[in-house]
């Protein structure tokens, strides 16, 4: 079956870094992409980006070029997510996603098998 | 304040049809897909529908998704106790050149 696991908890303090792991099982790593959706605690999920690890391609939001970056290890079937320079409020549960295939293509709006998610915590 | 626009709350009795709308614009829903997502109290998002009406294989088709223009709408028929839960749309921003999710519509099953 399809399963994501990522990495454990993370507590970081204001300007440092943090990089979160997510390995996939189940499936056929280089066929598909993968995406990271971050959710602070009451509010909707925010959507940071995605990475095929087939060719290595990376499309990140606006709101998070410069600091953040996705890379992926075929080897390992291994995503992560790197995000830089962080302040309180990107305090969140982080979420890696597998992006399903529309006939074949990713289709980036569709995020059909989700991680446990990683909190992780932005404080002074 | 979330670029799609759901209302906060729904709510039904059992075996009721509840609707949640989804409200954007010409540069998200307007001209791209829509997605809707489903999440329990303190549990990960799951997919419920992929573009704009499809249903991934093991959601009952008591979900359905629709749109039209600028809107979107997700239907739950012959609501039970068990959908009680978050729902939330999603879809392209050209603007943004990112997905975009709208705030959440709380479902309670009276």
């Known amino acids: 079956q399809v399963q994501l696991e990522q990495s454990g908890p993370e507590v970081k303090k204001p300007g440092a870094s943090v990089k979160v792991s997510c390995e996939a099982s189940?499936?056929?790593?280089?066929?598909?992409?993968v995406c990271w959706v971050r959710q602070a605690p009451g509010q909707g999920p925010e959507w940071l980006g995605w990475?095929?690890?087939?060719?290595?391609?990376?499309h990140y939001a606006l709101s998070f070029q410069g600091r953040v970056t996705m890379t992926s290890d075929s080897s390992t079937n291994t995503a992560y997510l790197e995000l830089r320079n962080l302040r309180s409020d990107d305090s969140a549960v982080y979420y890696c996603?597998?992006?399903?295939?529309?006939?074949?293509?990713?289709?980036?709006?569709?995020?059909?098998?989700w991680g446990q998610g990683t909190l992780v915590t932005v404080s002074s | 304040q979330s670029v799609l626009t759901q209302p906060p709350s729904a709510s039904g009795t059992p075996g009721q049809r509840v609707t949640i709308s989804c409200s954007g614009s010409?540069?998200?829903?307007?001209?791209?897909?829509v997605y809707w997502y489903q999440q329990f109290r303190g549990t990960t998002p799951k997919l419920l529908i992929y573009?704009?009406?499809q249903r991934p294989s093991g959601v009952p088709d008591r979900f359905s998704g629709s749109k039209s223009g600028t809107s979107a709408s997700l239907a739950i028929s012959g609501l039970r106790s068990e959908d009680e839960a978050d729902y939330f749309c999603?879809?392209?921003?050209?603007?943004?050149?990112?997905?975009?999710f709208g705030g959440g519509t709380k479902v309670t099953v009276l």
């Open positions: 996603a597998r992006v399903g295939l529309w006939f074949g293509e990713v289709d980036v709006g569709q995020a059909d098998y």
């Open positions: 189940g499936f056929t790593f280089d066929s598909y992409g």
């Open positions: 990475t095929s690890p087939y060719s290595g391609d990376t």
């Open positions: 010409s540069s998200n829903i307007g001209t791209n897909y």
């Open positions: 573009r704009d009406n």
């Open positions: 999603a879809a392209w921003e050209d603007s943004l050149s990112a997905v975009v």
